[in-house]
């Protein structure tokens, strides 16, 4: 017999980041512009038989960074979700493409809160689940901070009452 249905699209996980987080990738977003534009536009005042490429490719590129420090704060806030349950972490990330994250508890080998001054100056963590995969890493962006440890907290616990060689 031939299943030819098409699967759906997982259950998104149930909890949404917080919306300081949107703040935290527009100004993040707003400070590679500014780099990226100092960078093009230096050397097309310094140097002028290369001014006019370097003027277009301000152009053309802060064109396209611009709309993308616009768009993306608030479309990746719309996607990004996040779950800890008793048997595993889901997280869905993305703005252009999703991806969907799910870490069996059995198969993690370390949780860690990061924070960037950018993260401190808005009260927000990322957190960072490795696992035994080769995947890669689950990294949960934008969270409130106290949360974050509480995750963190609980997720370091879990896991080590959880059977499993994380391997």
Do not use: C
């Not at 031939?2 to 149930?14: C, F, Q, Y």
């Amino acid at each position: 017999m031939n299943d030819s249905r098409v699967l759906d699209e997982p259950r998104a996980p149930r909890h949404r980041i917080d919306p300081r987080a949107r703040w935290y990738w527009l100004i993040g977003g707003a400070i590679g512009f500014v780099l990226t534009m100092v960078a093009l536009i230096v050397p097309a005042i310094i140097w002028e038989p290369i001014r006019f490429w370097f003027l277009l490719a301000a152009a053309v590129i802060g064109a396209l960074e611009l709309v993308s420090v616009l768009v993306a704060p608030f479309v990746r806030y719309r996607v990004h979700r996040w779950e800890a349950s008793g048997t595993a972490v889901y997280a869905k990330t993305g703005w252009i493409s999703r991806e969907w994250k799910v870490a069996p508890l059995s198969r993690i080998q370390s949780v860690e809160a990061k924070r960037n001054p950018l993260h401190q100056m808005l009260g927000l963590a990322a957190i960072k689940v490795t696992t035994a995969s080769a995947q890669g890493d689950i990294v949960i962006e934008g969270l409130d901070r106290e949360l974050a440890e509480r995750l963190v907290a609980e997720l370091t616990e879990a896991t080590e009452h959880t059977v499993g060689d994380a391997t």
